[in-house]
């Protein structure tokens, strides 16, 4: 659930403790007075701890977080996307969402390979399932809110189908255009 924030943090530690071992350095170069400078150090590190932990997670999240391409599958490396999406799955577009527990994606993929995956996975990972296969209500399409983030192509009929779902919510829904061979999912984990 926090994980986004667990990386900014440690660097901010890092930074700072560097911060403490030059400014340490400085002042006894310096002939300051320890513990007059130790104090300064220490509010100005309070003070600056919080806007340096967000200034760090705003860079990062840069390259965490958003839209990505790949054109398959051997190219993601993020084992919480790996878990959803099919080995087979090529030309991939990706929205990773800010909050860290999910995305969306469309990718290309045949309906063979599609449930090839989704069998395996439900024998992997059937036995922990909250909701038993095919126990799940999917909309016919992707709501909006997710469309806007990955384009989907409307396509009717288009088949539902569901990974197994953790008694957390994780888990995923797969939406599948036969005409054009073209899926989409929306997955989500904590």
Known sequence: MFWPLVLPFKLTCLFVAISFVLFVMIASKKKWKMAKALSVFSITSMVAFIPSCTTIQLALDQFRFGHFK???YEQLKDRRIRRYMPDK???I???KHYSGNGYVAAFSINREQLTKFLDANWQSYGEYSSIERGGISIPKLPNSQSTDLVSWEACNPSE?????????GSGAMYWFCPAKE???VDAGYW
């Open 160 to 168: 539902t189908f569901h990974s197994p779902i953790g008694s957390n």
């Open 182 to 184: 073209l899926a989409y």
């Open 70 to 72: 790949y054109e398959d």
């Open 93 to 95: 577009t990706i929205h």
């Open 89 to 91: 799955a090529c030309n």
